[in-house]
């Protein structure tokens, strides 16, 4: 089930191919412009593709398609990408041409333009600790999780794990952008992404094909119907409107503490805007346009794009629980990464070989699928703590109050990590692993992982950028030269490198409830800041230039707050209530100090600023397709 030699042939020979066309397209560049933008000089085939490449990478193939295979979630995650298609057609129209007349390199230098000098560098400085703390230790994970299952424990000496394997694809991503700048990225992205919707589009139909067809795939036919609750016999459709009741649905209750119903309305819309309008990692593609029409054909081409990803993650994500979830809980107990330590930990304290030290913790998945361990380890944290055996039929919420404030009660007591009854993150490399035959398995997974070097470059690219043009030029060297800049900017790559090497493998615990969560909570403290000042620096022309800093400052201290008192809510209904009280607090600041004009922006000659006609029909059009998904599905 592993590599064949066909398949690491095709891996290296695409690798080799994609990085050739990089720095090949890249090879005159000799100013900053070139280097960070591209020259300014990409067109709107070559913007779309390059958007879809660099959001879409084991974040949503491996990240996404596990929240899809909870069944609990399902298809609901799909509206991270549907309501971006919208939240595009938007940013082309009324985000990008203020951008582009501005004539800006990096997102934040739109904020001294619009406020003031200290509102550039604190939206930089928050810019790259999300990078480099959050987003990039995210996509390393979830590339290293992805090529995991197809590699043996151990090759020419070197353990194979998910440290090693961080490693591997950070450095690859490193020395890729390191070397090629946006330019590279950019035609890389344009293969990758053709071949990343390609291999997606591979994988769905092996997917319905083996949920079909079972047993030609070796798996149990009559454990997969039973778990469908479909008869012997029946049909792909009879499976799929099965699945279609459970798990293919867009509307969580409001209880969810994932994406509920309510967070439709104003949370979700948070993250999306602030993702595809002020992201630099993503806007940086749009800013080095040729044109506004080449930008906005490029963004509306993407978004069109976007409807398709969840039939090509989501789908065989919801299909791979059902076809392997025995091996997902093999997986969850097994794995050095999940499980395997924690119960040999639990099996020294109850046996007596080590102190009883430690009370443990698991989820809903653990106490269904192992109820007599589960009831071994409540038994056992009942009797370390000296408290009584709680009762209940929710085993895993008895064994949660048990442990309520065990911190602060019993100090010298080390909780340990969470059990877990799924390995929902392995779902979907388990189809690349267990459905792909040879040759066609490399095509895949060196789409999936081109994709994931596509993405790690961009986030290295874009924190190279804003430190370069926003802090080390703004703040250390006025006068420095183009070579000079170039040379920081590539210096910066091994920083961002390390960091996020060291991080990724910690986000196995599954404290951060999967890594797709992981990335979407910790951007919480940011976004909510970055979106509602640029809303009102955009569109409310006399909010005072003070108020930049004051929301950025805001941001993280009212959903830190959140964070800590009302941990079960929501993360975007958490992002919203922040929103709204940066805005409240905004709006009075503007209402009680106005300013007395209106801020002139600068204004750029070089790059035409032509509306494009044909764009408006298509974004219409890709509105309207979302709303018919939202129905169906709903």
Known sequence: MGL?????????????????????????????????????????????????AANISAEQFVGMSAQAARGWIGLAVASYEWIAAITLVVVAFFFLPKFLKSGIFTIPEYLEYRYNHTSRLVMSLLMVIIYIGVTIPTVIFLGAKALAPLFSKELAGIPINITTLSIFVGVIAGIYVAVGGLKACA?????????????????????????DKPADFNIDAAAVNQSLGVEEGASLGDKLSSLK?????????????????????????????????????????????????????????????????????????????????????EDAMELESLNAPVLQSFEEVSTGVAE???????????????????????????????????????????????????????????????????????AFPLLIRHLTPNGVRGFVLAALMGAVISSLASMLNAASTIFTMDIYREWFSKNASQKAL????RSCIPVGVIVGCYIAPKLADPRFSGAFAYIQEFQGFVSPGVLTIFLFGLFIKKTPRYCGVLGLVLSPIIYGLLYLGFGDMAFLNRMAITVGLIAVVLLVMTLSDPLKEAVKLPEQSKIEMKWSKGSVLVGLLVTVLTILLYIVFW
Not at 10 to 38: H, P, W
Not at 486 to 489: E, I, K, N, Q, S
């Open 4 to 52: 064949s030699n066909w398949d690491i042939g095709i891996i290296v020979v695409f690798f080799i191919f994609v990085i050739g066309i990089g720095l090949f397209k890249s090879r005159k560049e000799k100013t900053s412009e070139d280097y960070f933008l591209a020259g300014r000089g990409l067109k709107w085939w070559l913007i779309g593709f390059s958007l879809i």
């Open 187 to 211: 035609w890389a992205d344009l293969i990758q992404g053709s071949a990343l919707i390609v291999g997606g589009a591979v994988i769905m139909v092996l997917a319905f094909m083996a949920l």
């Open 245 to 329: 009741e459970s798990s293919m649905h867009m509307v969580l209750p409001s209880t969810s503490t994932f994406l509920p119903w309510t967070a439709l309305l104003i949370g979700i819309w948070i993250p999306n805007f602030y993702y595809w309008g002020l992201n630099q990692f993503i806007m940086q593609r749009t800013l080095g346009a040729h044109s506004l029409r080449e930008g906005q054909r490029g963004i509306v081409f993407a978004a069109f794009l976007k409807l398709i990803i969840p039939f090509i993650v989501c789908v065989p994500g919801i299909i791979a629980f059902t076809l392997y979830s025995g091996k997902m809980k």
């Open 356 to 426: 009883p030290t430690k009370v443990f913790q698991f989820d809903k998945d653990f106490a269904k699928v192992e109820p007599v361990l589960a009831g071994k380890i409540v038994a056992y944290n009942a009797t370390t703590l000296d408290k009584d055996l709680p009762t209940g039929e929710d085993m895993s919420s008895s064994n949660a109050n048990l442990l309520s404030g065990v911190d602060k009660s019993h100090p010298d007591i080390e909780v340990q990590r969470q059990l877990i009854g799924y390995d929902y993150e392995g």
């Open 486 to 489: 170039v040379w920081v900017g």
